[in-house]
């Protein structure tokens, strides 16, 4: 699945979401997590893109999260063999 952050006229996503990967890296967890929950995304996907385990790019003005979230609604990405990252232990890739 695909989360699109889209820009406005006054905002650019592309570079807010750069500057917030900027703070994560300074340690500035809870100011990069307070941007990135203005988007409306939950906290395991904020988490997810701060730890750079939720992979995301740049088309144009909008920044593209790809993440998974299977039927035990576990959200993170997928391994080489399009299952969970922690697959197969958790046993929760059913779809």
């Known amino acids: 699945m695909e989360i699109k952050l889209m820009s406005a006229p006054m ?3 592309p570079s807010i979401i750069e500057l917030v990967m900027q703070l994560a890296g300074e340690r500035k967890m809870n100011v990069a ?6 988007y409306g995304l939950n906290k395991t ?3 997810g893109v701060l730890h750079g ?6 088309e144009g003005e909008t ?8 039927s035990s ?7 080489a063999r399009g299952r969970c990252e922690d697959a197969p232990c958790c046993g929760c890739c059913t779809f």
């Not at 997590?33 to 203005?38: A, T």
């Open 11 to 13: 905002v650019h996503t």
């Open 33 to 38: 997590d307070k941007i990135l929950e203005s």
């Open 45 to 47: 996907v904020r988490l």
């Open 53 to 58: 385990s939720i992979p995301w790019r740049v």
């Open 63 to 70: 920044v593209i999260l790809t993440i998974l979230t299977t």
């Open 73 to 79: 609604g576990w959200t993170g990405t997928q391994n």
